[in-house]
């Protein structure tokens, strides 16, 4: 089947960059070398050695990111530590106000942030502006509610009237982040500021292939008035740098494999310190007898081929009802054939490009195994290298089994497989078979019943009519995963209270926990009891 694409090479010039000449990203071919210096300027590495980074959209050469040592994180965690000593005294609203002058700062500068993350990840325009629009966001919920999170809470003590008891959030010291290359601009930013905003400092290490984008997160952050040293990025190999994180960070957040991720949390157990980790998804939508077709079928598409796939909480199963199966498949196998493919910056493409050669082979094993072994294509099954280094066509399987790749393997790539199911019972089971529980979608006319199906899902996110857009952008509902996809949870009251100790202060008035002079530790026992009882009689805690 045709698909229509589009051919989109690079762009002459990066459109309405902005004015400052130190920070325009306009070139002729890439990025200026200046730009990518006062960036690059900004990682702590003094060991000489650089990599070379290239864009997945035309093989440009754009950057030679300094590399960090051993010497170098230990001296990003010293230089944290001394800031954060300073922070954890500044108020809560001076610290919420940074957050929103980072708030601007980023809607001032999307298009400079969309750009950028394009080169470097090669992904469509309007899904690198909403890396912008994630990061606004997540910025002026927690500043807009850092009282409700944070502040001092008074709790039932044990005799009414006598004992105070206050509950303070402590914050934890300094945060190691390790942040991937997919949404490069949304989680270099997104655990950091509620950590940041809670009182901690942060070391991070971005994906290598997208240190830029990453980079200029913290640029912003500098000009919306952070103090100098809370925020240090340290640049190198995740088998170097990371454990260097995990031995020296207070607390960690890691978002990438599962396998990376049990690595992780080992030394975090070794050293008796906690942890969040966003790992792998093999994510599913189930799509009811009653659901709307058309809007289940531009459900999919955005589920499945958002980022070319490249998204933690994308579709790669779907799994739907007989009675529709025909009519649904039919919608969705013509909306992604109507979709536009390309690499570069033009707001037409609905896909671009996977990042490197390495997801290419992975998605095109996936599906050559699948093809071997009696799956039918419906759609795609094709690089396309006429539109791009890495663009792959997006993708629908029927007959996919079990002993196929693709059936258990995360893909990360625009690939889907397609299933009917007679009963929804079944259809259940069916989604929540392997090992992971990131995030799932229930298309069905019926939310009560829909939503009563979502318990029995075992997944952290459930979206009802919607792809993963109601809950990875609703900020204050709390997003991570179950079984393998992870550990915590990031956004809302559990995405700040990670990076904090909960204190609790005791405070006596009058006699303390002893006998009256002159009453025996018998008496005093009796006592005691009596009043546990009348307690529980007055419906007291």
């Not at 199966?325 to 033009?346: I, K």
């Not at 799956?375 to 795609?380: E, F, P, S």
Request: with cysteine.
């Amino acid at each position: 089947m045709s698909q229509q694409t589009t051919r989109s090479g690079a762009p002459g010039r990066l459109l309405d960059g902005p004015s400052d000449p130190e920070h325009d990203p306009t070139a002729s071919s890439a990025l200026e070398p200046g730009y990518v210096a006062s960036l690059t300027g900004r990682v702590v590495a003094t060991s000489g050695q650089t990599t070379a980074s290239t864009s997945p959209l035309n093989g440009e050469p754009l950057a030679d990111v300094p590399q960090s040592g051993e010497d170098d994180v230990v001296a990003a965690f010293d230089r944290a530590r001394t800031a954060q000593a300073a922070w954890a005294r500044t108020s809560l609203d001076e610290r919420a106000e940074v957050l929103l002058r980072l708030h601007d700062l980023v809607l001032d500068h999307e298009q400079e942030i969309t750009d950028v993350a394009v080169w470097e990840s090669g992904k469509a325009r309007k899904d690198a502006y909403l890396e912008a629009y994630h990061v606004a966001l997540t910025a002026r919920y927690y500043a807009r509610t850092a009282h409700r999170h944070l502040d001092t809470r008074r709790r039932s003590g044990v005799l009414p009237g006598a004992t105070r008891i206050d509950v303070n959030r402590v914050p934890k010291g300094v945060v190691g982040i390790i942040s991937p290359w997919n949404y490069p601009f949304t989680m270099a930013l997104c655990d950091g500021l509620p950590a940041l905003l809670a009182g901690n400092a942060v070391v991070i290490k971005p994906d290598a292939q997208t240190m830029l984008t990453a980079l200029l997160g913290a640029r912003l952050l500098e000009q919306a008035g952070l103090p100098e040293g809370l925020w240090q990025v340290v640049a190198g190999p995740g088998s170097r740098v990371g454990p260097s994180i995990v031995e020296k960070a207070d607390y960690v957040c890691f978002t990438g494999s599962t396998a990376t991720g049990r690595s992780v949390a080992r030394g975090c157990a070794d050293r008796l310190i906690g942890c969040s980790l966003e790992l792998g998804g093999k994510n599913p939508i189930l799509v009811l007898r009653d659901a709307d077709i058309e809007r289940a079928a531009e459900g999919a598409v955005r589920a499945t081929y958002s980022n070319a796939g490249q998204l933690c909480v994308s579709t790669e199963r779907m799994l739907v009802a007989d009675e529709i199966y025909d009519r649904f498949v039919e919608r969705f196998v013509a909306r992604t054939e109507a979709m536009t493919l390309g690499a570069g910056h033009d707001w037409a493409i609905d896909m671009g490009s996977l990042i490197s050669q390495d997801q290419l082979d992975t998605v095109t094993a996936h599906v050559e195994d699948a093809v071997a072994k009696g799956a039918t294509v419906l759609t795609g099954g094709r690089a396309r290298p006429d539109l791009g280094r890495y663009v792959y066509e997006p993708t629908i399987l029927e007959g996919v089994t079990e002993d196929m790749l693709c059936h258990g393997q995360e893909t990360f790539g625009p690939v889907i497989s397609v299933q009917r199911f007679r009963s929804e019972t079944r259809a259940i089971a069916k989604a929540n078979e392997g090992s992971y529980g990131l995030n799932a979608a229930i298309y069905s006319q019926d939310g009560r019943r829909a939503r009563a199906i979502a318990r029995e899902i075992r997944c952290g996110t459930v979206n009802i009519n919607e792809a993963y857009g109601a809950t990875f952008a609703s900020i204050d509902a709390p997003m991570g995963g179950m079984r393998q996809s992870g550990l915590g949870r990031r956004q809302g009251e559990e995405g700040i209270h990670r990076f904090t100790e909960t204190q609790s202060v005791g405070t006596q008035r009058g006699h303390g926990f002893h006998p009256l002079p002159g009453m025996s530790n018998e008496r005093f026992a009796r006592t005691l009891s009596l009043s546990a009882r009348l307690m529980n009689r007055l419906g007291r805690a």
